[in-house]
């Protein structure tokens, strides 16, 4: 891994861990410590830290820990003169992304509780899906342990336009593949292209619109956590499997 790389994933995790602290910080001021979070109708609590960390974030009061740990994994940033290998500080930095925004995600479902829709399909007026949950967990996942479905791919940010975006979703889909996209770029969202070029999104087509930020990506790999823990009877906290389940799950 290049040092511009590792260096762009540190500075990034910092920007999105400051952005989680400040949320948190607004929901504790509003609703306090008590309050539940979660994603809806799901088993598993923000499925990302309990998979790997082990633990159960139920209430606002829980996230502080979370982001403790956050603040203490955050490798230092990249230096002129580094005597360390890249690649292992910017996974670090990778994974307590993945925190932050689990929680960033959670805050919205309690600040927004309509901002994702509920079910496996979009409607005229909202095309945000959001955290699965669980029946569709089984519903789905079920699809990537018999091989009917190989893997996923996670499309973040828009093609060029319109057009190229649905032949992209087409070539996957032909794949068996499933489609999971969430952010922007330059204003423009893929699962939106994809609804401009007439294609059909939503969970029954295996195009996914998870969400319109980059933090909805969490809800890939959350689902993608979720299923290591429900179909490969891993335990919550038990990281290394968790990961080794997820490479050949997710058809690395």
């Known amino acids: 891994m290049s040092k511009i790389i590792a260096s762009a994933a540190i500075r990034g995790a910092y920007k999105i861990v400051d952005r989680a602290e400040k949320k948190w910080q607004q929901a504790m001021d509003k609703w306090g410590a008590n309050e539940p979070v979660g994603f809806p109708n799901t088993a598993y609590y923000l499925p990302i830290i309990y998979g790997i960390l082990g ?13 403790k740990r956050c603040k203490n994994l955050l490798p230092p940033p990249v230096r002129e003169e580094h005597p360390l290998p890249y690649l292992a500080p910017a996974l670090d930095a990778g994974m307590v992304t993945f ?6 995600e959670a805050i919205r479902y309690l600040e927004q509780p309509e901002f994702y829709l509920r079910g496996e399909d979009v409607s005229d007026g909202n095309i945000w899906l959001g955290a699965a949950d669980d029946v569709i967990l089984r519903k789905r996942g079920v699809e990537f342990v018999d ?3 190989p893997g996923f791919a996670a499309v973040l940010g828009a093609a060029p336009n319109p057009e190229i975006a649905k032949q992209i979703a087409e070539e996957l889909q ?7 996209m969430a952010s922007e770029y330059d204003g423009k969202k893929f699962s939106e292209q ?11 087509t295996r195009l996914v619109s998870f969400g319109p930020e980059t933090s909805a990506a969490v809800f890939a790999m959350g689902f993608a956590t979720r299923a290591a823990m429900s179909f490969g009877g891993i335990e919550p906290g038990e990281y290394r499997k ?11």
């Open 242 to 252: 968790i990961l080794i389940y997820l490479r050949i799950w997710c058809g690395a």
């Open 55 to 67: 633990e159960k974030v139920e209430k606002l009061g829980d996230m502080e820990s979370i982001l």
């Open 194 to 204: 994809l609804v401009e070029a007439g294609v059909q999104i939503g969970w029954p």
């Open 174 to 180: 032909q794949k068996n593949l499933y489609v999971f």
């Open 99 to 104: 925190f932050a925004e689990e929680i960033i």
């Open 147 to 149: 091989g009917t479905a």
